[in-house]
Nanobody, 119 residues
Framework: QVQLVESGGGLVQAGGSLRLSCAASGRTSSTYEIGWFRQAPGKEREFVAAITWNSGSTYYGESMKGRFTISRDNAKNTVYLQMNSLKPEDTAVYIC????????????WGQGTQVTVSS
């Protein structure tokens, strides 16, 4: 099993920044990638960004490119999401997930952290 705990959410004004953290524990060696997703009330879950543990390859959802940066600290088993130039439409619960090496699916999910951007 893999446990994921997010932190760093909060209330910020439009144009501001936040850095989210996703701390992984347990059998992290069974995973090869950590992704961030977000879900706003009444909307479907949206892919934000992902990074692989080994090579650090990254990829982003279209609306996040240029504003969000994902990074990792393998020694701490932690993935970060730096969010800049935040907009009210970025308001959502941000959730990290781990992709299992065998299944290829995001099998492990955290509880999420709330990000609220005021106008």
């Amino acid at each position: 099993q893999v446990q994921l705990v997010e932190s760093g959410g909060g209330l910020v004004q439009a144009g501001g920044s936040l850095r989210l953290s996703c701390a992984a524990s347990g059998r992290t060696s069974s995973t090869y990638e950590i992704g961030w997703f977000r879900q706003a009330p009444g909307k479907e879950r949206e892919f934000v960004a992902a990074i692989t543990w080994n090579s650090g390859s990254t990829y982003y959802g279209e609306s996040m490119k240029g504003r969000f940066t994902i990074s990792r600290d393998n020694a701490k088993n932690t993935v970060y999401l730096q969010m800049n130039s935040l907009k009210p439409e970025d308001t959502a619960v941000y959730i990290c997930a781990a992709r299992d090496t065998n299944s290829g699916r995001y099998d492990y999910w955290g509880q999420g952290t709330q990000v609220t951007v005021s106008s």
